[in-house]
């Protein structure tokens, strides 16, 4: 095999190897790599990094440059800016590989070498882009080979999400990572924590006194949330069908919209106060099983790798409230799914109109107020109010006064570029902690033990009937979300 040797230098806080454990899967294709990437061309990657894949594929360093070169260079929906070649180079220069089986030995004494090879002394971050039911043996086998060691250099481990399929294997899986490493070197990645739209909700949130002390129970009516996606579940049948919609995006990325909207105000903007908030907001959720269902799309089970007679969730709707005393009674009204009418992610707050008011009684006088966070597409912040509309007659309608990214989801920095960077700097913030993900599955649990009934929907519908019963018990509709807005 084709040997690497990467310069030496001294100064061990300069010396980086990030390793992926499945460094030829559909993550490190789509996200991984392509964020690497862009954070040398942002400048972002410490010099001395090197970066070492692994895979059971046989591949050559040589091949695997050129294998991610390929990848680099493929049509990507989430990378799509043109690839300059001498930032490609600077990227493939620093690549090597590892082919073997994560489960045996063999494999980590081939990685241990190497790494010594490179550096004497070297940080090092394991990021888990494998199976979850491998991590035990890459734990074990890391700790064995030495490569946990921090005598010399420090070590982080990135995993993805799912933390676990419920709250005793999530504890499960926590405990286990607790065995060998410390919270402060463990990265449980939701990408949704790396969107730049949810980031920036926080900034307009606290960062402004306009909106924030309108945000509780005497201003807001409601609040919505929908997760809408336009295409199935395409070629991911055998992950998606073990999961399903509630598991896939409501346990941790409809969770974390939730929280980052309602969280209090951190005493400041680190890692364990914003951290703590959202922990904090979750744990006040409250699973409400008797405002919840579950569809399935016509078709399913048609679909490749998945179960003839699968009961798994393709879409969810439910109602929760907030258990604290600055949003107590305020119900929050959440639906998701896949071959929905369109893709569009958004938050809207739904802003009390109760008191009669002057224009009323105008046609078109008595709509509420509105916040919209859209996430995606067309993405921004955007407030809803009422508008004469101009003429001789006094006729009022909804106008929007709108604060739309110049950029699209594509060209927007990816939330894998903001997180690597953070894991790079040791900056958990926009992390999951180990309390944080168990408050999530506290809550979803009880949600999933209520998955006994399906109700099939029609390919581009916004999804069974009985999720309209959801909201309309409590006389209020959902929102179609509009495209009208932020759309250039
Ligand atoms: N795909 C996504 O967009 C996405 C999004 C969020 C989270 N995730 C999570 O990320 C993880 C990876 O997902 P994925 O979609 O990338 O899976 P994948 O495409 O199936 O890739 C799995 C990777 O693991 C390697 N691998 C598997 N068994 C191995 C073994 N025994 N020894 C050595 N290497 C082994 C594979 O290498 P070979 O190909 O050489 O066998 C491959 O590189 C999962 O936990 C998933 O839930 C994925």
Redesign the pocket.
Known sequence: MHKVTIENHKNMQESFSLII???????????LIPALYDLVEANLLPEKMSIIG????ELSHEEFRAYSNDVLHKPNRHHQHPIKDEVAKNLLDRMLYV?????QRE?YDKLANLTKENESCSNRMFY?????E?YPTVFNHLQESGLNNQDCGYVRVIV???IGSDLPSAQKLNQLLASYYKEDQIFRLD?YLGRETLQNLLTFRFANNLFEPLINKDNIDHIQITAAEDFGIGM?GG?YDSVGALKDVGQNHILQMIALATMEAPKSFDNLSVTNKRTELLKQLVPETDRLIFGQYEGYLNEKDVAKDSKNDTFFAFRTQINNERFKGVPIYVRAGKLLPRMVTEIAIVFKNEAKHLFSNVVGGDDPNMLIYRIQPNEGIVFRFSSKIPGPEFKIQNEYMQYCYKHTAATLPDPYLRLLNDALRGDQTFFVDAEEVEAQWQFIDPLIAERKELFSYKPGSWGPEQANEIIEKDGRKWIEPSIGFCSF
Do not use: C, M
Request: aromatic residues 10%; charged residues 20%.
């Open positions: 454990f499945g460094a030829t899967g559909n993550l490190a294709q789509l996200k692994i895979g059971r594929k082919s073997g089986d994560i489960a494999l888990l882009a494998t199976y979850p491998l993805e999400k799912p990408h991911r992950y």
